[in-house]
């Protein structure tokens, strides 16, 4: 059985590729208990370095890192926006330091990151090879990738998974979406004219799995279904998923007011990105469509 390593894996994300994970799959965590299930965990300080825990990452196949602080967890202070960042950093970090450490360093070291990465677009189709943006998101993801691929060597391939927004009824973003429709409010944010790329859970774990086991893959990889679509058009999607009426906009104006600049990097602004890396590579998606992707969710 293979070993895989995955820090942050006690978020939503983690949670759920462990339970995928046909593997041997430890865990670092802050907190000792943080993680329930069959993965083993050690604990660790993500400071910059490498600590006693970084011994957990010899004969590892794969080291996957999901840590850092939730961008959508609080109103964007300077604080929290420097939070953001160096939890990333430092996390990451530590990381490279304890791969170079090790005497059998892992093959594939999957390093997250976002579609932020490109900044707010309009409605141009955006690829891996697309340049960074310019605002605090961008910002961030530059600096996380870079310091991801420090870890790239003759033993060591590095993957950047820029994930879109990930669709799961029980985590993530979605469940934060449905009040509004339940109560028959619901309907598109801003002027729902801009692109919102999305994949299912299913799908991005998939797609974790295929870059852990393709051993041509590296850099950059989008982790976004291959047809995404308008705020507007994943609302009415969302309404029919739910037999609710979305016609309800959510104005721009009092988003901003309510959450600030995270308002608009989040929320009102997005990309048209595709998965071009990994359907050249042969990937093959479950839910290329939003209305199926949201059909199975609700159908569960």
């Known amino acids: 059985m293979s070993r895989v390593v995955i820090a ?17 799959v430890v865990v670092l965590s802050r907190q000792s208990a943080a993680v329930a299930g069959r993965a083993r965990v050690v604990q660790w300080t993500p400071d910059g370095t490498a600590g006693a825990w970084a011994s957990a990452l010899g004969g590892a196949d794969a080291v996957i890192n999901l840590a850092g602080e939730s961008i959508a967890a609080r109103r964007w202070t300077m604080e929290q926006k420097k939070r953001i960042l160096d939890s990333r950093l430092q996390a990451t970090r530590s990381l490279v330091a304890a791969i170079g450490l090790a005497p059998s ?23 891996e090879d ?24 003759s033993r060591t391939r590095v993957v950047c998974v820029r994930t879109g927004l990930v669709l799961e009824r029980g ?45 041509t893959l590296s850099g950059p990889l989008n982790a976004s279904a291959p047809n995404p679509v308008t705020n507007r058009d994943f609302a009415r999607a969302l309404g029919r998923a739910l037999h609710r009426p979305a016609f309800m ?3 721009a104006f009092a988003l901003k007011l309510l959450l600030g600049e995270m308002a608009g990097a989040l929320l009102l602004s997005g990309q048209r990105v ?19 992707a949201l059909r199975s969710i609700f159908a569960q």
């Open 105 to 127: 360093p892992p093959a594939v070291f999957i390093s997250g990151s976002a579609v932020g990465y490109y900044g707010p677009l309009g409605d141009e189709a955006v690829t």
């Open 171 to 215: 985590g993530g973003a979605l469940p934060k979406m449905l009040p509004p429709f339940w109560a028959g409010a619901g309907g598109p944010v801003g002027s729902g004219r801009q692109y919102w790329p999305w994949i299912h859970l299913r799908d991005w774990i998939g797609l974790v799995c295929f870059a852990i086991r393709t051993p």
């Open 130 to 153: 697309h340049v960074p943006g310019q605002d605090f998101l961008a910002n961030v993801c530059v600096q996380w990738e870079a310091e991801a691929m420090r870890a790239a060597g």
């Open 8 to 24: 942050g894996g006690s978020g939503f994300l983690g949670r759920s590729l462990i339970d995928a994970l046909d593997a041997d």
């Open 274 to 292: 595709v998965p071009a890396r990994a359907e050249r590579l042969g990937f093959t998606f479950a839910f290329k469509d939003v209305d199926s």
């Open 249 to 251: 906009p959510a104005p």
